[in-house]
């Protein structure tokens, strides 16, 4: 079963969760019964800035901090497709999911480090497939650039970023409300047949789909190639979600006792 998590990262009920929908409905169609999509959405949810006090290094990957963090963070260790779809605030991501981008990064540090000699602070090669859908009211005001700030944090974390398909995706899905600022606009703009929205509707089912497919692909892969990637422990929690991880060593890594938070995909 492939797991896909959709994260509306806006802090209201609107059109991040219109596209995500969207997004989400290509992904069950990609191949029906085998994909599993969790919707999950910033809205009334709490997210504290990192403080980056290095605990999470000693804990396990554990956060001092305790809000909605944990929960958002076990979801999207466990998927295996991350599908993001935020309105752009300032030129970039809302700050709700900011905090939680920067919180997750160093858990997993902290979470993988015993996969790793001492010393040596590096991630595994997590291979989930992230696709980005950004939207604001004006045009030209910071979609492609949020776009490229969450396909840079899917490379540091070691993962793959997807887009949709040409034309309407370069690097994700990226559109506009026509300046109109109601949280339906793009549902009714889609309706009526307005052409921009209809663009940017195609571009977040493809985003869906397309991430979707690679996911598949990368699942029938890892399967084939298991007994080799074995020999890498960077491997290993991708592994684990696939249920190819070798026994003897799965949550174990180098033969450190696994911390809190240390547990299989």
Sequence with gaps: MVKVLGIS??????????LLEQALEAARAVSPGKVECTPYTLRGKKFAPCVSCFRCGEQGGECVLKDDFQELRDLW?????????????????PGQLKCFLDRL???????????????????PKLLKVVGAIAQGVHLC???EHTITDLVCHALILQCIPV???????????????????ARDALARQAEAGEADAAVLVKAARDVGRRATEIALVLR??????RDTLRADPAYLPFLERLGCADPTTAGGGSGAEPGAGQGTD
Excluded: C
């Excluded at 260790?77 to 991501?93: K, R």
């Excluded at 990064?105 to 991630?123: I, K």
């Excluded at 887009?163 to 600022?181: E, H, R």
């Design 163 to 181: 887009t949709g398909d040409m034309w309407q995706s370069y690097i994700g899905a990226g559109g506009w409300t026509s300046n109109d600022i």
């Design 105 to 123: 990064g160093n858990s997993l540090f902290g979470r993988y480090r015993h996969l790793f000699p001492a010393g040596v602070d590096s991630l």
């Design 77 to 93: 260790v466990a998927a295996d497709v991350v599908i993001y779809s935020v309105p752009v605030y300032h030129m970039g991501v």
């Design 141 to 143: 005001s910071g979609q």
């Design 9 to 18: 990262g806006s802090p209201r009920k609107g059109n991040s969760q219109f």
């Design 220 to 225: 029938e892969g890892g399967r084939v190639l």
